[in-house]
């Protein structure tokens, strides 16, 4: 994990699913979560149960951005 001013990003390596980037980032009081896939099927899984992610992160007032 590197931790840059208002940044933090985590990079896993699932062998089936490739690099999953997850950027965590502050900006104006709001904390968002971008997910940055390596492969199509993990970009179609987060993409599919990014609702549920939404959903589980926002009582912390975290917003889930986009999957790219």
């Known amino acids: 994990a590197v931790l840059h001013d208002r940044q933090l990003t985590i990079t896993l390596r699932p062998p089936e699913l ?9 900006l104006d009081g709001q904390l968002t979560v971008r997910l940055q896939t390596e492969t199509a099927t ?3 899984l987060l ?3 990014l609702p549920q992610l939404r959903e589980s992160l926002s009582p912390w007032g975290v917003a ?3 999957v790219q």
């Not at 490739?18 to 980032?25: F, K, N, R, T, Y």
């Open 64 to 66: 889930a951005d986009q």
């Open 42 to 44: 993990a970009q179609q």
């Open 47 to 49: 993409t599919e149960h």
């Open 18 to 26: 490739g690099a999953v980037q997850i950027d965590l980032v502050r």
